[in-house]
């Protein structure tokens, strides 16, 4: 049994059951499996979803229609 303790959420995590983890060499500090999964990129597009659904309308709404759009 190897255990680790995740800096991140400072909990301690049986390597035997949670293999993927991450090591930083520079600061000597682990990351586990579940904070890795938390790391992704949020998809903002269901942001603009619920709140078009909860009636605060959307960025295109309000005129904004992205970075690369022409006015």
Not at 37 to 57: F, T
Request: aromatic fraction near 12%; charge should be negative; charged fraction near 40%.
């Amino acid at each position: 049994m190897s255990v680790i303790l995740c800096d991140s959420c400072d909990h301690l995590v049986d390597t035997d059951y949670f293999p993927e983890f991450e090591w930083d060499e520079k600061t000597d500090k682990f990351t586990c499996e579940s904070c890795l999964e938390d790391r992704d990129e949020p998809d903002h597009e269901d942001d603009g979803d619920a709140l078009a659904s909860a009636n605060y309308g959307t960025d295109e709404d309000y005129g904004y229609f992205g970075e690369d759009s022409q006015l």
